[in-house]
């Protein structure tokens, strides 16, 4: 009965009452965070684009409602309140979004790698599948996505270590547990 979704409804309020915390922001100042969030959780990636190996796009919620990725749009201009200048006013804004953005994204891709008991046995990551790659500092809503290139096993015949080819064409030689499979195939 949308558990599924409402779980992330819940997510994503922690987090921003998180991010918020204390800060009194104008009605204004609420809207333009309030957008921002909206656009990072748009750009999250449901699954691959295409079938093509080549190919590292992955669909998304913005493709849906735009036929294209969300930008969210610049922050307005706020006046003076409370003795702080517009400048420290878009500070405090931009460092909310900052905050909510590093935060969910971090929480996002752990919830996307798969956590099993030892009893079970997981498949290991194949070549050819379109995975997240787990980087600190990425800029919002930018997902750093690729494909699997090459896989090595460690001693007890489990996949350790991917080459991971992005559309741009950079190789990523990552551990599996800094990668996440898209939650659709």
Not at 61 to 80: E, F, K, Q, V
């Amino acid at each position: 009965m949308g558990g599924l979704w409402e779980a992330g409804v819940k997510s994503a309020k922690h987090l921003l009452l998180r991010a918020v915390g204390n800060a009194r922001l104008t009605a204004e100042e609420l809207q333009t965070v309030l957008v921002g969030v909206e656009a990072v959780l748009n750009s999250r990636h449901l699954g691959a684009l295409s079938q093509d190996p080549s190919d590292g796009e992955a669909l998304t919620p913005g493709h849906l409602l735009t036929g294209g990725p969300l930008i969210a749009p610049p922050a307005p201009r706020t006046p003076d309140q409370q003795g702080l200048t517009c400048l420290r006013r878009w500070r405090l804004v931009s460092s909310i979004k900052q905050m909510f953005w590093q935060r969910w994204s971090r929480e996002y891709v752990l919830g996307l790698q798969a956590r099993s008991k030892w009893q079970h046995q997981e498949d290991d990551i194949r070549t050819g599948e379109l995975v997240l790659i787990a980087e600190d500092h990425q800029p919002p809503q930018q997902w750093l996505t690729g494909r699997v290139g090459a896989t090595h096993a460690g001693a007890d015949g489990r996949v350790r270590v991917a080459v991971v080819r992005t559309s741009s064409g950079a190789e990523y030689r990552r551990a599996v547990h800094k990668l996440a499979r898209l939650p659709v195939s």
